[in-house]
């Protein structure tokens, strides 16, 4: 189970809020098993994520300590749009403690969303 985290802006100190972890997913993790895969038996396949970051040595530090899966694009903006001053983070399932993985990635303040990432 994903734990909802949620921070709340602080107007006298700027801090911006914080959506809740769970509402940054935006895909049904109810498909995937327990290994993060999704699919019939004989042909279940794991779930590629997106979500953008800035592009800044501390957060691309974060994710990674957070998500082993991680790959950080800088000239792509992806499906889900980046916008220049950030990077796009693409991530899988298929990764023992995916669940809490997609949960510490949502509770980070500057991960907006995560999305199904799909590939042509």
């Given at each position: 189970m994903?734990?909802?985290?949620?921070?709340?802006?602080?107007?006298?100190?700027?801090?911006?809020?914080c959506k809740s972890a769970a509402s940054k997913i935006r895909f049904?993790?109810?498909r995937l098993d327990a290994d993060g895969l999704q699919g019939p038996p004989d042909g279940l396949k794991s779930l590629d994520y997106e979500y953008c970051i800035p592009n800044e040595a501390d957060a691309i530090a974060q994710v990674r300590s957070i998500d082993p899966t991680a790959r950080i694009y800088r000239e792509s903006p992806g499906r889900i749009?980046?916008?220049?001053t950030e990077v796009l983070c693409l991530g899988n399932t298929h990764q023992s403690g995916y669940r809490a993985v997609l949960g510490e990635l949502a509770g980070l303040c500057f991960v907006h969303e995560i999305r199904e990432a799909f590939f042509e």
């Open positions: 994903i734990e909802i985290l949620e921070i709340r802006s602080i107007s006298a100190t700027g801090v911006a809020a049904d993790l109810a749009g980046c916008s220049e």
